[in-house]
């Protein structure tokens, strides 16, 4: 029975990794011929398609009741979406593309790591009121989330105007009618083969007797993060770094909201309260994580090699870090 689950495992990875290269790619189109820009294609498009994998998992650990894993590949998913950014900021470092990067992301940024706040301080703390089954640091996630993504929608910045491919609305161009068809149809088979992917990783997990915070925060995140990793590593192919940055930052914040839709479907208490105490060093890690990559976003220039990079290697290492806490 192991190795169907290591055969699921492995043929669900490999679909959600190519239908998240084609999904980048139709994002890529959108966002480069119509008015969203990358900025937004990434924040919004990109993020919540590949996140759905996330949002099938936790739900799934929420209705059987491990808070564990439902929180955990939440928390794991950001800090490891994360790490992508900054190993692919180190593989593309001649082109230094993140020093181009719209400084918009920091209202994203900042949007992420006031959640990381309010998720650190629900894990920690035991308050147990609720509303309809929903607890309050659920319900103080949904109302940052929605605020957030409105307030961002509002600072797009103007894109700047191109005589090769003017902007132009769906109606009017087929390739743009073509791309987001294409993009739905990618976005579903993300959905279908990434729960797969992190239900067969649950079920290998267990099979092997490693607990629940780790199958939650290091497998399972790692797993449902791979179609996150492959559409960033093609958006910054295509030289889509607001795209790449957007969908990093909007996967993060809305991971989080994740964490707030699968309290709805916990029936035995607070799902923030039912928790190990390692989640909360990994909500503390994944503010860290995303300070550094305000820092990245907001630097024009940098003298040489080695400060570029500097912010990436901390990212890194602090990553090392945290899992060797979990695991050990």
């Known amino acids: 029975m192991t190795w169907?689950?290591?055969?699921?495992?492995?043929?669900?990875a490999i679909i959600s990794a190519y239908s998240a290269i084609h999904l980048s790619r139709h994002a890529d189109t959108i966002s480069k011929q119509t008015k969203l820009g990358g900025f937004l294609a990434g924040t919004l498009l990109l993020a919540v398609a590949t996140s759905l994998p996330e949002l099938t998992t936790t739900v799934s650990a929420s209705v059987i009741g491990n808070a564990d894993?439902?929180?955990?590949?939440?928390?794991?998913?950001?800090?490891?979406?994360?790490?992508?950014?900054?190993?692919?900021?180190?593989?593309?470092?001649?082109?230094?593309?993140?020093?181009?990067?719209?400084?918009?992301?920091v209202y994203t940024g900042m949007i992420a790591l006031l959640l990381c706040v309010v998720t650190a301080i629900g894990?920690?703390?035991?308050?147990?009121?609720?509303?309809?089954?929903?607890?309050?640091?659920?319900?103080?996630?949904t109302l940052i989330y929605v605020f957030g993504m409105w307030f961002i929608s509002k600072t797009q910045e103007e894109p700047e105007p191109s005589e090769e491919i003017p902007p132009t609305k769906l109606s009017d161009n087929p390739s743009i009618r073509h791309a987001v068809k294409r993009f739905v149809i990618y976005a579903i088979a993300i959905f279908?083969?990434?729960?797969?992917?992190?239900?067969?990783?649950?079920?290998?997990?267990?099979?092997?007797?490693?607990?629940?915070?780790?199958?939650?925060?290091?497998?399972?995140?790692?797993?449902?993060?791979?179609?996150?990793?492959?559409?960033?590593?093609?958006?910054?192919?295509?030289?889509?770094?607001?795209?790449?940055?957007?969908?990093?930052?909007?996967?993060?914040?809305?991971?989080?909201?994740?964490?707030?839709?699968?309290?709805?479907?916990y029936f035995e208490g607070s799902i923030w309260r039912d928790t190990s105490n390692e989640l909360i060093y990994?909500?503390?890690?994944?503010?860290?994580?995303?300070?550094?990559?305000?820092?990245?976003?907001?630097?024009?220039?940098?003298?040489?090699?080695?400060?570029?990079?500097?912010?990436?290697?901390?990212?890194?290492a602090s990553y090392l870090i945290v899992i060797g806490v979990v695991l050990f």
């Open 69 to 105: 894993i439902a929180v955990g590949n939440g928390l794991g998913s950001i800090i490891f979406n994360t790490l992508v950014l900054f190993v692919l900021d180190i593989y593309f470092r001649k082109k230094r593309l993140f020093l181009s990067a719209s400084h918009t992301h």
């Open 192 to 265: 279908i083969f990434g729960s797969a992917l992190s239900l067969s990783g649950d079920a290998i997990s267990q099979s092997t007797g490693i607990s629940a915070t780790v199958v939650g925060s290091v497998l399972v995140a790692l797993a449902t993060s791979l179609p996150d990793a492959m559409g960033v590593f093609m958006a910054l192919r295509l030289g889509n770094v607001n795209m790449a940055i957007g969908a990093i930052l909007g996967s993060n914040v809305f991971n989080i909201l994740v964490i707030a839709i699968g309290d709805v479907f």
């Open 282 to 316: 990994i909500s503390i890690v994944g503010f860290l994580l995303t300070v550094l990559v305000m820092v990245i976003v907001k630097r024009d220039h940098t003298r040489n090699n080695f400060t570029y990079l500097l912010p990436s290697l901390l990212a890194i």
């Open 4 to 12: 169907l689950y290591i055969s699921i495992f492995i043929i669900s």
């Open 123 to 141: 894990l920690i703390t035991s308050f147990n009121i609720s509303l309809f089954n929903i607890g309050l640091t659920s319900l103080i996630v």
